[in-house]
């Protein structure tokens, strides 16, 4: 089972900027693509940024341009860099990645997720 640590959430005033990280640990085949997703109160939890392990990524359109997201696979380690912070960009964001078990089985993780609150 993966388990996925998140740190770098915090309080921002908009405009400025904060960094998140995610960890995965544990016993797992491979990890195919890790990601963010985010929550705000009262809203559906959406996809704010993926990366797969070729490389490739996909943002959200509110944060392209103002966030990017890099990865470490000898590490199993993705971030998300989020600049020019707006209000609504304020929302629980959660770790997630795409992880092989076995060569056949595969399943999506979680993390815990890490408040980000951006003040205006």
């Known amino acids: 089972q993966v388990q996925l640590v998140e740190s770098g959430g915090g309080l921002v005033q908009a405009g400025g900027s904060l960094r998140l990280s995610c960890a995965a640990a544990g016993s797992f085949f491979s990890i195919n693509a890790m990601g963010w997703y985010r929550q705000a109160p009262g809203k559906q939890r959406e996809l704010v940024a993926m990366i797969t392990r070729g490389g490739s990524t996909n943002y959200a359109d509110s944060v392209k341009g103002r966030f990017t997201i890099s990865s470490d696979n000898a590490k199993n380690t993705v971030n998300l860099q989020m600049n020019t912070l707006k209000p609504e960009d304020t929302a629980v964001y959660y770790c997630?990645?795409?992880?092989?078990?076995?060569?056949?089985?595969?399943?999506?993780?979680w993390g815990q997720g890490t408040q980000v609150t951006v003040s205006s």
């Open positions: 997630n990645a795409n992880v092989w078990a076995s060569a056949h089985i595969s399943y999506a993780a």
